[in-house]
């Protein structure tokens, strides 16, 4: 599980140290259980040989020759009083095993009626073990630097095609229209067919976000001029003057027709793209902003017996896009009002920021991950919008790079928290 969360160079250099690790351990331990044997092998013959000779010498009545590192102890078979305690329980055949510290070969062969004991030092062939075992781990470690440098090398130019198809996909460049293809830089293998499945991906997304911006774009523009009729309407009828009976709903319609306006405005900057993070809209403060909409939506709150209050805890001095900053603004006041039943909607004014606090049933926080998709909605007989505001003002917030955070109130109710400073 920790190797599948390396990077694929790292994956990759791990498994050519693990491949020279387990293939020069194998290696090893072939090499030092040959050595082993094969030294038996040899050391028994050469006993045997030795132990040949003395027997014919002594035939002959010769006195034993023996070579440098052997020891002889004859006894007649199952008399073993006159041999050292150490090699007195040995039966017939080769041995190995310590006295005082040192190590012996030992020879034990029945001939004659005598028992013989040819004892050989191990003391040459042990350090010359420790000189091939000390070789071996050296090859070993030698192995697996060799593969870890290796590995790396072969990483970075194996990967290199990859982390250069990677830098471009997520270039911005790759999502305007006349970038050029990603496949034609590289060989038809599986990273050509790669690269060729972001080319297709890509152009498939160039062509959905220009379809959406086309089609923002296209319906804001064409709105304008019955919006610029229905205004200008209303002025001309308010200049030849309005009967007492159909001023609120020429006020209605007057409201409604300035809110198509701003929300024209907004898709309008929405649909210019992200590169202009609002630099080609009017600017406003967020006081005077915020005094718009408290205005705009007073009569509505005074119609659900609702206070709407203005708070100002700090000056805040910034310039934000007019009409996005109406749009979240607007927003979040009209759903606190639509979801508050009595008590109050506060809209609190700081430095950097504002928030909008209600006194309603609040949100369970089940439901608070889901309130900024588009088309959710609390409970069905509340507010009479159809769920796409709050997903409105998280799409401007996220352009912008603006903050938006949904808390419970403690007492009930929510808080909508707008930080205008990008962090």
Same mark, same amino acid.
């Given at each position: 599980?920790?190797?599948?969360? +390396? ?33 038996? %092998? ?35 078979? /199952? ?27 030992? #020879? ?31 090859? =070993? ?28 996909? %997520?270039?911005?460049?790759?999502? #305007? ?6 496949? !034609? ?12 499945? =972001? ?7 160039? +062509? ?29 009828? +308010? ?40 630099? +080609? ?6 006081? &005077? ?12 709150? !005074? %119609? ?10 700090? $000056?805040?001095? /910034? ?7 109406? !749009? ?47 088309? !959710? ?11 796409? $505001? ?12 603006? &903050? ?20």
């Amino acid at each position: 599980m920790m190797l599948r969360k +390396q990077s694929l160079a790292s994956r990759i250099v791990v498994a050519f140290v693990l491949m020279a690790a387990v293939g020069a351990g194998m290696f090893s331990v072939i090499i030092i259980n040959m050595v082993e044997s094969v030294e038996i %092998q040899l050391i028994s013959e050469s006993l045997n040989r030795h132990l040949d000779f003395i027997t014919d010498e002594a035939d002959q009545g010769l006195r034993p020759h023996l070579a440098p590192g052997l020891e002889l102890h004859v006894a007649p078979v /199952g008399a073993t009083g006159s041999i050292p305690a150490w090699l007195a329980t040995f039966p017939p055949g080769l041995h190995e095993t310590e006295s005082d510290d040192e190590a012996y070969h030992v #020879l034990v062969r029945d001939q004659g009626g005598q028992r013989y004991f040819l004892v050989l030092d191990q003391r040459d062939f042990e350090h010359r073990e420790a000189m091939l075992e000390l070789a071996v781990s050296i090859g =070993f470690v030698l192995a697996v630097l060799a593969a870890w440098l290796l590995g790396t090398a072969l990483a970075r130019t194996v990967i290199a095609p990859v982390v250069r198809l990677s830098g471009q996909v %997520q270039h911005r460049d790759q999502l #305007l229209p006349l970038a050029p293809p990603l496949a !034609a830089e590289y060989a038809d293998d599986e990273v050509g067919k790669l690269a060729a499945a =972001f080319d297709t991906a890509l152009g498939q997304l160039r +062509q959905a976000l220009e379809r959406e911006q086309l089609f923002t774009s296209d319906v804001s523009h064409e709105l304008r001029t019955p919006l610029m009729v229905i205004a200008s309407s209303c002025e001309l009828l +308010q200049a030849q003057g309005i009967a007492a009976n159909q001023r609120a709903q020429f006020e209605r319609i007057t409201r409604a027709c300035a809110e198509m306006q701003e929300l024209v405005e907004t898709f309008l900057g929405l649909a210019r793209g992200p590169q202009a993070k609002g630099s +080609q809209l009017a600017g406003c403060s967020l006081a &005077k902003a915020a005094d718009e909409q408290f205005q705009r939506w007073l009569p509505e709150a !005074a %119609q659900r017996e609702l206070t709407l209050e203005l708070v100002t805890e700090a $000056g805040d001095s /910034g310039s934000y896009p007019a009409p996005l900053l109406r !749009a979240v603004l607007a927003n979040l006041v009209r759903n606190a009002i639509h979801y508050t039943d009595r008590g109050f909607v506060r809209l609190v004014l700081r430095h950097g920021g504002f928030s909008v606090v209600d006194s309603g049933a609040g949100i369970p926080e089940a439901e608070r991950a889901h309130v900024f998709r588009p088309f !959710a909605r609390g409970e069905a007989s509340r507010g009479d919008g159809i769920g796409i $505001g709050l997903s409105l003002v998280k799409r401007i917030c996220d352009r912008q790079d603006w &903050k938006i955070a949904l808390t419970a109130r403690e007492g009930g109710g929510c808080e909508f928290r707008v930080d205008l400073r990008a962090s």
